[in-house]
């Protein structure tokens, strides 16, 4: 089976409103997928479809190799499920929630007891087995929901944002234990706002928004589409300055110089740069002055260490142009970084830019 998931134009409506709409997703077997979206994308909506809570309106999906309407019982034996509402019985302590959940799985009595000491302990919530759910804190209670979730060993594990509200310690314990699960070959849906624990954990991710995947991709592959996409915005307005240009006269001395200017506006006005970080050990202020003059190059700082930081221009040249010319006069380079977009940048840009085609 190459996927655990796919989906068929899976819609959901609620009167007139679609929360979900058409939505045609792959997530390979085996693999962390990521879905991110703003508020109310409806990324909730599609989770609770697949893991057979609620009833599509249309359209369907297929998990673990079996028809979400046509066969819901067979998908719940493959999965297991942390909501983004912790749903545990309040008035029952942590392990008979634990119990019920293996009972509802038919786990054999031994084997239940394994398991939930087993998962119990790697969560560290065993010392409060015996407190009321009611009486837990909002963190404490996501620990039980994992371990309830898990208590089957599903084929694929939805996570709907499982560590809000978690402690740093017991965040890289959910970490640990989603990539573990995975390299045993468990598929993890991974539902998330934070986009540190995507890119730590995701091979794949989608992005949907007002309902639609608005983006699907690694998340290097995402970043590289952003910053493809800078560079060919930036050579559009370049063409059209260069057409206007041309129309207004041959290309004597002036109109060269006016295209000089317009280029740096360009670039300032795009306001898209990256991050350069070079370390020069022979840094003077002669090169500084020199470098902050290079026509691509702004925001230059001088640190004690004779590091430079500077926001270069996203041409595709920019980054070689200024070291060629760092090391043409006389600087001796022993290291250098680039910061480029993050997922964050990615996200921002991906949902404003839907949102304004929907507007
Ligand atoms: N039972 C319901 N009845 C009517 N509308 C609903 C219902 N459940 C969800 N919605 C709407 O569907 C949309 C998608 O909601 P959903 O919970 O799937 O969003 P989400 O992507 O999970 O958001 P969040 O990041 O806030 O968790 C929202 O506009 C929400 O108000
Ligand atoms: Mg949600």
């Not at 539902?191 to 949907?208: A, K, P, R, T, W």
């Not at 001088?302 to 980054?319: N, P």
């Not at 001796?332 to 304004?356: H, Y």
């Amino acid at each position: 089976m190459k996927y655990a998931i796919e989906t068929f134009d899976l819609t959901k409506k609620y009167k007139d409103f679609l929360a979900v709409d058409a939505l045609n997703m792959k997530i390979e077997n085996k693999s962390v997928f990521g879905f991110l979206g703003p508020n109310g994308a409806g990324k909730t909506t599609t989770i609770k479809m697949l893991t057979c809570l609620i009833q599509p309106s249309s359209g369907t999906g297929k998990v673990a190799g079996y028809d979400i309407i046509k066969d819901p019982n067979a998908v719940r034996q493959k999965i297991g499920m942390v909501p983004q509402l912790v749903s545990l019985y309040g008035d029952l302590t942590v392990r008979e929630n634990a119990e019920l959940c293996a009972d509802y799985y038919g786990l054999s009595r031994d084997l239940k007891e394994e398991r939930i000491v087993e998962l119990m302990e790697l969560v560290d919530i065993k010392y409060a087995e015996n407190k009321l759910v009611n009486q837990l804190s909002g963190g404490q209670k996501q620990k039980v929901s994992i371990v309830a979730s898990l208590i089957h060993q599903p084929d694929i594990l939805f996570l709907d944002e499982p560590t809000i509200g978690l402690d740093p310690t017991t965040k890289r314990i959910l970490w640990d234990l989603i990539e573990e699960l995975n390299s045993k070959g468990h598929t993890i849906v991974l539902c998330s706002h934070d986009m540190y624990e995507v890119e730590l954990l995701c091979e794949n991710v989608g992005i949907i928004n007002n309902g639609r995947l608005a983006t699907f991709d690694t998340p290097q592959g995402l970043k590289d589409t952003i910053i493809e996409e800078e560079r060919s915005q930036k050579n559009l307005r370049i063409t059209e300055i260069m057409g206007k240009l041309r129309e207004e006269s041959e290309m004597n001395g002036e109109s060269l110089n006016k295209l000089d200017k317009a280029l740096v506006d360009v670039e300032k006005e795009e306001g898209e740069f990256r991050e350069l970080s070079v370390m020069i050990s022979n840094m003077n202020q002669d090169l500084f002055e020199k470098i902050s003059n290079l026509p691509l190059v702004f925001n230059v700082h001088q640190h004690k260490s004779g590091r430079l930081t500077m926001d270069i221009s996203c041409a595709e040249c920019a980054v070689n142009d200024v070291l060629y010319f760092i090391i043409e006069n006389g600087g001796n380079i022993t290291s250098l970084s680039t910061k480029d977009p993050s997922l964050e940048d990615v996200f921002m840009k991906v949902t404003a830019k839907n949102q304004a085609e929907g507007d």
